[in-house]
Nanobody
């Protein structure tokens, strides 16, 4: 089992920045891909970004490319999402996710078996 705990959400004005963190514990050696998804009220869960844990390859959804940066601290078992130039449409609950089945990166939320509790990000206009 892998446990994930997110932090860092909050309220920010449009154009501002936030950094989300996701601390991983448990059988962390088994996870090979970690990512961020978000879900706004009444909408589908959306892929935001992912990173391959051991070789640090990053992926981004089209709506956040150039504004968000995913990174990880290998020693601290922590995933980050730096969000800049935030827009009201970025408002959502952001979830940290981990894939531990040895398969390659995927942008489908169903491919990830471990999830955090979510953290709210609200961007005011």
């Amino acid at each position: 089992q892998v446990q994930l705990v997110e932090s860092g959400g909050g309220l920010v004005q449009a154009g501002g920045s936030l950094r989300l963190s996701c601390a991983a514990s448990g059988r962390t050696f088994s996870r090979n891909v970690m990512g961020w998804f978000r879900q706004a009220p009444g909408k589908e869960r959306e892929f935001v970004s992912a990173i391959t844990w051991y070789d640090d390859i990053t992926y981004y959804g089209d709506s956040v490319k150039g504004r968000f940066t995913i990174s990880r601290d290998y020693a601290k078992n922590t995933l980050y999402l730096q969000m800049n130039s935030l827009k009201p449409e970025d408002t959502a609950v952001y979830y940290c996710a981990a894939r531990a089945d040895g398969r390659a990166y995927s942008s489908a939320w169903s491919a990830y078996g471990y999830w955090g509790q979510g953290t709210q990000v609200t961007v005011s206009s």
